[in-house]
């Protein structure tokens, strides 16, 4: 009977895995510029600085950061069965798929071009967006910015570039959000880090289009550690957008990234996610904002794909009057673990901050909710709200809460709320009774959980977005 | 529909909740373009009867046959027997969080149309809807009966119906919760909806829907059966005198 139901679950994931091999799992014959060896050891770091022609400081960063990374035990907490069988021996840290950059789709090679293009990535670009940076592997192989954006003085490059161009900058705030020390793969990070995205936007300036970087990995063991640095000036805005996919292979790749923000006062930044990545890849990504006096950051993140994501978007609210909000949904399908939360630290006072959590687990699927709520002591008039929903969809779906708060002073407001439901039987019920067949009634209801979520994506994203729930739905046992 | 078949017709049927035993052995026959109404205090087994004809995967009807327009409905789930035009204006509709209710609507008439029906006109027509039930605009947009007052509720479940254009559309106590300016909106709603092709079965506690909605025949229900038919001058019996006679005439039968 086991036998069965497991049989049953393989030939789902095959089918998941086909229908998302369909659409974004097709893979290049690559003939790489440079592919290094597996592995990482100071010899791969200097490499991969040299290659880059980076100033000796970042090389230092970069060394030192390895020996934090060689020396951090991996995480006790999470998924540890999963944690520990990355081999970090059997990766590639750094694979640069062409010589140089380019600035027009024509120049990029036809193989590569033809990736974004069934991505949809140029015609996103004509349509709606201010600027897009497009990393294939280790390297951001196209990158183009609305003239008009760039008149603005807005500095949109991918990472390599921001630090050939503006080291002052970068090195003044690099790792001044989340230092090396932060975890074992910030660490990681920060030591083999190639690509990501460089914004800056000057004081007062507003970005009234979206950026968009997209990432992709192609290679089979391959590990991509973007490294992404935002800084808003005083009273400017911007809204950042990433998305990320990957082809299906039979071994594990690793995406590790590093993304800063820091909105100085009076500054907003919008950062979306929609993170879906193949189901073999480990997505373990540290993000942390700081939000300055009456500054806002927002954190749109939404995981459907991977094996296992452990992700905890954070803001550190350290002005007065700073406000946060991170609205995150996770769907959890066959075989995948879920491990996202949110932080938030109130470290200055009249400081207010929202966390939305959603998820999603179908089949055997495991979300987690983990989050911290910290109000330092003078940290008077905070206030916090913390909603944590969670659907469940089948007997083995699986969803746990595990939220945390540290609070340091009396003259706080602080909600929690956290439920977990079921599809019920008499929602069903009420919808199929209308004509919806019982599959179409349950992806009514999932993308009606979803709604505050997905209100909040720019039309063309929540269209893809209600497509990918649509593919994960299909065949679900009630 | 001059050969005078039944629209809907069931015969013997018998209802199981969790293993109790609710109706026991209904049969009712049902001609185009009439009205009737099943009536009967709470817990006399009406609400089951509705649920296990709409196919309630609670409500298990044991035994008994089921027919809309010749169709044998028992073989049927309950998105195909909305598909093959029964209808049930749910007595407590229920919340979906984050559908809205022109999505829904949507959704709901094509999966009556097919997935490549063309659907332009649907906007238009479900405003005029709206307009005819006095249903404010701003509704559209809000979600599924989530934090609707008991009216609201009752009025959309009609706007439902005269969307989906059932053959038989079973209302279950829409009267229920209803102001008297609510009760007429929705029985003018309910009468606009009925002609000589569709046939209604209303499921009522109290008479008062009746005095808007006028039955051909009068049902009424006691311990799961139905223990007296007549024409509407049975409801009103019922409304003057209550069910004591009725339950007593039964009771005196049965000592019989």
């Not at chain 1, 003939?31 to 060896?37: C, D, I, L, N, V």
């Not at chain 1, 140029?122 to 609305?146: D, I, N, R």
């Not at chain 2, 209710?101 to 027509?125: L, P, T």
Request: proline letters at 4%; one cysteine or more.
């Amino acid at each position: 009977m086991a036998d069965t139901a497991r049989n049953q679950q393989n030939e789902q994931l095959q089918r998941l895995n086909e229908d998302y091999g369909a659409k974004y799992g097709f893979r290049d014959p690559v003939e790489y510029f440079h592919k290094g060896a597996k592995g990482v050891s100071h010899e791969v770091v200097e490499m991969i600085s040299q290659m880059k022609n980076e100033p000796r400081w970042m090389a230092d960063i970069r060394h030192e950061a390895l020996d934090i990374f060689l020396a951090k035990p991996t995480p006790g907490w999470g998924n540890t069965p999963l944690l520990n069988e990355i081999d970090f021996a059997n990766i590639y840290y750094f694979m640069k798929p062409i010589e140089k950059q380019e600035k027009s789709w024509d120049d990029v090679p036809e193989y590569i071009r033809k990736t974004f293009d069934r991505l949809g990535i140029p015609e996103a670009e004509k349509s709606f967006l201010g600027g897009v940076s497009a990393q294939y592997e280790s390297e951001v192989v196209y990158h183009s910015m609305k003239q008009e954006l760039t008149d603005q003085g807005i500095i949109f490059l991918d990472m390599d570039s921001g630090l050939r161009e503006h080291p002052e900058i970068v090195r003044k705030y690099f790792g001044s959000v989340i230092p090396s020390m932060d975890n074992k793969f910030a660490a990681l990070n920060t030591a083999v880090w190639s690509g990501g995205s460089f914004i800056y936007v000057p004081p007062g300036v507003d970005v009234k289009v979206p950026l968009q970087a997209y990432f992709r990995i192609n290679a089979e063991n391959m590990g991509q550690f973007e490294r992404t640095l935002i800084i808003a000036d005083k009273g400017s805005r911007v809204h950042y957008i990433e998305g990320c996919t990957a082809p299906v292979y039979s071994t594990d790749s690793l995406h590790s990234a590093v993304v800063e923000l820091l909105a100085l006062d009076d500054a907003y930044i919008r950062y979306t996610t929609i993170q879906n990545w193949a189901r073999n890849i480990y997505n373990l990504v540290t993000k942390r904002a700081s939000a300055h006096k009456n500054a806002t950051v927002e954190w749109v993140d939404g995981n459907i794909g991977s094996r296992l994501t452990m992700k905890y978007p954070c803001i550190q609210l350290l002005g007065e009057g700073a406000k946060g909000e991170i609205l995150s949904v996770a769907f959890a399908g066959i075989d995948q673990h879920q491990d996202a939360g949110a932080k938030v630290i109130h470290a200055a006072p009249n400081t207010s901050s929202r966390v939305t959590s959603k998820s999603i687990s179908k089949d055997n699927g495991r979300a987690t909710y983990r989050g911290l709520v910290k109000i330092h002591k003078n940290a008077q008039n905070a206030k916090v709200s913390v909603e944590c929903d969670a659907l469940l969809i089948g007997e083995n779906a699986r969803s746990d809460t595990y939220p945390t708060m540290e609070i340091d002073n009396d003259q706080v407001r602080v909600e929690h709320e956290a439920r977990v439901s079921k599809v019920a039987e008499e929602q069903l019920f009420y919808l199929t009774s209308r004509g919806l067949s019982e599959d179409d009634a349950r992806l009514l209801i999932v993308n009606g959980f979803m709604e505050p979520f997905t209100k909040e994506l720019p039309l063309e994203y929540a269209v893809e977005l209600n497509r990918l729930i649509e593919l994960e739905m299909e065949g679900s046992i009630g | 529909m001059s050969d005078k078949q039944p629209i809907f017709e069931f015969h013997d049927v018998h209802v199981e909740v969790e293993g109790t035993e609710v109706v026991k052995g209904v049969s009712l026959s049902i001609m185009p373009g009439e009205i009737h109404a099943i009536m009967g205090r709470n817990g006399s087994g009406k609400s089951s009867l509705s649920n296990a004809l709409m196919g309630h995967p609670l409500y298990k009807i044991t035994k008994g046959t089921v027919r809309l327009n010749g169709q044998d409905l028992l073989e049927m789930e309950p998105d195909e027997r909305s598909r093959a035009g029964l209808f049930l204006a749910f007595q407590y509709p229920l919340a979906i969080p984050g559908v809205t209710v022109a999505n829904f609507m949507r959704a709901a008439i094509q999966s009556h149309r097919g997935k490549e029906a063309d659907m332009s006109d649907f906007r238009k027509w479900f405003t005029t809807a709206m307009n005819e039930l006095e249903i404010e605009r701003s509704f559209a947009s809000r979600y599924l009966n989530e934090g609707f007052s008991g009216g609201e509720k009752k009025r959309l479940e009609i706007l439902q119906m005269s969307m989906l254009r059932p053959k038989l559309a079973l209302l279950d106590e829409t009267d229920s919760g209803l102001d008297i300016d609510a009760l007429k909106t929705v029985s003018e709603g309910i009468n606009r909806f009925h002609n000589d092709t569709n046939a209604l079965l209303l499921v009522t506690h109290y008479q008062r829907l009746l005095n808007y909605v006028k039955p051909h025949k009068v049902h009424v229900m006691m311990a799961g059966q139905f223990v007296q038919s007549g024409g509407p001058e049975l409801a009103l019996k019922l409304e003057e005198s209550g069910y004591e006679w009725l339950e007593k005439q039964v009771a005196e039968k049965l000592e019989v």
